[in-house]
């Protein structure tokens, strides 16, 4: 069974730094490219960044170019997604996604979706 297990979210305050990191059972991560996605309440997914699975190309959403970081450790099978400056209006609920995309920002191209991890950011 497929797993993928976000982990690092909480509360910070608006300006402050959070790095999520996303792991996976049930599925070799390194050999996939990986996603990050935010949803608010009531709304629907938002593409935020994506990682190829050698971690040669990057995707950025251009909300968060230049404050967001998407990086991965294959040794250790792990994605992770370093936020700075953050907004209180991304208080989200953080997913993180595996697949073989043929467009990396494209949601329906993930197959493989983590519970999602809720990051809170004070005004």
């Known amino acids: 069974q497929v797993q993928l297990v976000e982990s690092g979210g909480g509360l910070v305050q608006a300006g402050g730094s959070l790095r999520l990191s996303c792991a996976a059972s049930?599925?070799?991560?390194?050999?996939?490219?990986v996603g990050w996605f935010r949803q608010a309440p009531g709304k629907g997914r938002e593409f935020v960044a994506a990682?190829?699975?050698?971690?040669?190309?990057?995707w950025y959403a251009d909300s968060v170019k230049g404050r967001v970081t998407i990086s991965r450790d294959n040794a250790k099978l792990t994605v992770y997604l370093q936020m700075s400056s953050l907004r209180h209006r991304e208080e989200d609920v953080y997913y993180c996604?595996?697949?073989?995309?043929?467009?990396?920002?494209?949601?329906?191209?993930?197959?493989?979706w983590g519970q999602g991890n809720q990051v809170n950011v004070s005004s």
């Open positions: 996604a595996a697949g073989y995309t043929g467009n990396a920002r494209i949601e329906s191209d993930y197959p493989y």
């Open positions: 990682i190829s699975w050698s971690g040669g190309s990057t």
């Open positions: 049930g599925l070799t991560l390194s050999r996939y490219t």
